[in-house]
């Protein structure tokens, strides 16, 4: 059997199934043959996810009973009530972004994460699949072609999800045991349909006419298209065997084809109309690291976190690539989409959902 398609008569847990991650493997699961699925999240399923999950089972394209449970990661009996009788949990779980209390990031982060790990023993769980972070590597320098063995986990971090990602990873990995296998897995810069935090942000800032390209634009950068990293996901289920090198190991998942940041979200901006930003001035990296400084003290004095950071500057300007061949060679995972593929796919579908509802006139793109 194939790498990534060993999950059928399974039951599965996935927590974090209202994201973009979290929801669409959901249906790849049951895509896959998965006999149960129980979708675990904070945030009741979206109508769209839920008619798409119950209108498959029903139609008989899959089968399969699915379970939507509302619950708190944060609170260990929600938690281990819902790993009941499942043989594999999908921790896809996280509080991302750099607007939350600091205590909240360890909350869910590193404690929900512990919860999950405890519910997994108590009911006899035989795998831990996380979804975790690149970012728990970085340094704020360049990345160029580095494999996971290059990109030890640092001793300080660029902020406060990166920190309590790397905490959750490690107890996670460190509770790998013949018992419960464990594997972290992590995308880099996913996108696709149905994302509500990557391209919506820059696409309404393009739209705006506020979006310039920061440094030369000529950075290089992995991305990961959804379905490729949940193809990667259920890679890592499928590796972990008695003696596998995966047990309780880290890979990064991506696309494998990196692309140039700011030329591939240009051809996004042109699709919807918008103007294309390499007609506009560039901004220097140095003058917005500064700014970035600048943003972070304001913020710090009126005690509101402020989009603009050093963090975001970096990551809107350094190289960030990865060479994947230990997820190849160790998990079996190759793309199922190339990268020109699935950035077809996310364009259509923002076209198509995203910009009629953005207060965006589309304009002929030519694309």
């Known amino acids: ?151 030890p986990i640092p001793d300080t971090f660029l902020q406060i999800y990166a920190e309590t990602k790397a905490l959750g990873e490690k107890a996670l990995r460190a509770a790998n045991s013949p018992d419960l296998m464990t594997i972290a897995v992590a995308p880099h810069q996913v996108y696709g349909p149905h994302d509500l935090l990557f391209l919506p942000n820059l696409l309404q800032t393009a739209g705006s006419e506020l979006l310039r390209v920061f440094g030369n634009g000529e950075n290089i950068c992995s991305f990961c298209y959804v379905d490729n990293y949940c193809h990667g996901l259920m890679c890592g289920a499928d590796s972990m065997k008695e003696g596998a090198a995966s047990l309780g190991e880290f890979y990064i998942i991506t696309d494998d084809q990196p692309q140039k940041f700011w030329h591939v979200l240009n051809v996004a901006i042109v699709a919807m109309g918008f103007t294309d930003i390499f007609s506009k001035f560039k901004l220097p990296t140095l003058l917005m690291i500064v700014l970035g400084y600048i943003s972070e003290a304001i913020g710090w004095l009126i005690g509101k976190k402020l989009k603009l950071n050093v963090f975001s500057v970096k990551m809107l300007t350094i190289h960030r690539y990865f060479d994947i061949k230990n997820a190849k060679r160790d998990l079996g995972y190759k793309p199922i989409f190339t990268f020109e593929q699935g950035w077809a796919k996310t364009i259509e579908w923002f076209k198509e959902n995203w910009l009629p509802t953005s207060g965006f006139q589309q304009k002929e793109s030519g694309l």
Request: charged content about 25%; overall charge neutral; proline content about 5%.
């Open 1 to 151: 059997m194939s790498p990534g398609y060993g999950v059928k008569g399974e039951r599965c847990m996935v927590t974090g199934s209202s994201g973009l991650v979290g929801g669409r493997l959901v249906e790849m699961l049951f895509e896959r043959g998965a006999k149960s699925v129980t979708a675990f999240d904070l945030k009741p399923a979206d109508d769209g996810l839920k008619s798409r999950v119950t209108d498959a089972i029903k139609a008989g394209r899959v089968s399969g009973k699915v379970t939507w449970v509302v619950g708190d990661l944060t609170k260990p009996q929600e938690v281990s009530d819902a790993c009941k009788d499942v043989d594999t949990i999908y921790h896809i779980a996280a509080l991302v972004g750099p607007f939350y209390p600091t205590p909240l990031y360890h909350a869910v982060n590193y404690t929900g994460t512990l919860n999950v790990i405890e519910g997994a023993k108590l009911h006899k769980v035989r795998k831990i699949v996380m979804s975790s972070s690149p970012s728990t590597r970085f340094t704020g320098e360049d990345i160029e072609g580095l494999t996971e063995d290059d990109l």
